[in-house]
């Protein structure tokens, strides 16, 4: 499944400090037709007796490199007095009326579904999966699925860190002489060129001038506060150096981008 650029917008805007609302209810729409990242696309079923079906997700959990959730229950259509074609796609939705409120993710069906008189559409506990995988860490890609479960994501003010390593996996933060971590501000999401958002800095991310050495500068990663705080995304350094005194690690402005598809 993908996110809309409504979700994605969402949840990225947290870099700027707005708190992403969680999901109170989710609800599942069956599509003749592609609804597209756009999530105003495409045709939804529309039947006598057709509703769109409540949605749980799971407890977040590892998949494919990333962190997932799956349908906790079975989801069951009323049958249609007629026939009324085949469903290729579907549409989850914060709005269980037809023609209203936003779609947040949307995928296509691994088996068409034929919708003919008389029979129940249905999909299956476990059939409807979303996955991230990426630069994000596996905790915050746990709290970007905890907001389809209707757990909020608190804004935050970004900081970006240096690291000896994957800080995932034993990397330290640099530290030493004037040592600190500065701010990084980030633009308005924008839809790039194959669907996803994306948002780039605006400011150059200047470190002080180290006066003594700081260590080796392996992976870089954003935290979400000037001190303590969690990191949440990371990225190998595809040059890793040492910062020894008077050298001041930068990121020019647009050469930091979050990106959520």
């Avoid at 299956?124 to 389809?148: A, P, R």
């Avoid at 800080?167 to 060129?193: H, T």
């Avoid at 002080?208 to 954003?222: E, L, M, Q, R, Y």
Wanted: with cysteine; glycine share 12%; hydrophobic share 40%.
């Amino acid at each position: 499944m993908f996110a809309t650029h409504f979700f994605e917008a969402r949840i990225l805007n947290t870099f700027n400090n707005a708190t992403a609302i969680g999901i109170g209810g989710l609800y599942v729409g069956l599509f003749m037709s592609n609804p597209t990242d756009t999530g105003i696309s495409g045709v939804e079923v529309n039947y006598t007796g057709y509703a769109r079906q409540p949605l749980a997700f799971s407890i977040p959990y590892e998949e494919s490199g990333g962190i997932g959730v799956r349908n906790t229950d079975d989801l069951l259509w009323q049958p249609a007095p007629v026939d009324v074609g085949t469903a290729r796609f579907v549409g989850i939705y914060d709005s269980a009326t037809i023609g209203t409120g936003n779609m947040v993710l949307y995928g296509e069906l691994t088996v068409p579904l034929e919708i003919r008189a008389n029979q129940q559409p249905s999909i299956y506990e476990g059939d409807i999966l979303y996955y991230i995988q990426g630069d994000f860490t596996g905790s915050f890609m746990t709290k970007i699925m905890n907001v389809l479960r209707g757990e909020n994501l608190p804004g935050f003010e970004p900081y970006m860190a240096l690291f000896d390593g994957d800080p995932e996996d034993s990397g330290i933060e640099l530290s030493g002489g004037n040592y600190m971590r500065p701010a990084i501000m980030f633009g308005a999401p924008a839809v790039q060129v194959g669907g996803h958002s994306q948002i780039r800095n605006t400011n150059l991310v200047r470190f002080p001038s180290p006066t003594s050495v700081w260590g080796n500068w392996a992976w870089s990663g954003i935290r979400d506060a000037e001190m303590g705080g969690d990191v949440v995304t990371k990225l190998a350094n595809p040059f890793p150096e040492l910062l020894q005194k008077n050298y001041v690690p930068q990121i020019k402005i647009g050469d930091c981008r979050v990106a959520l598809n």
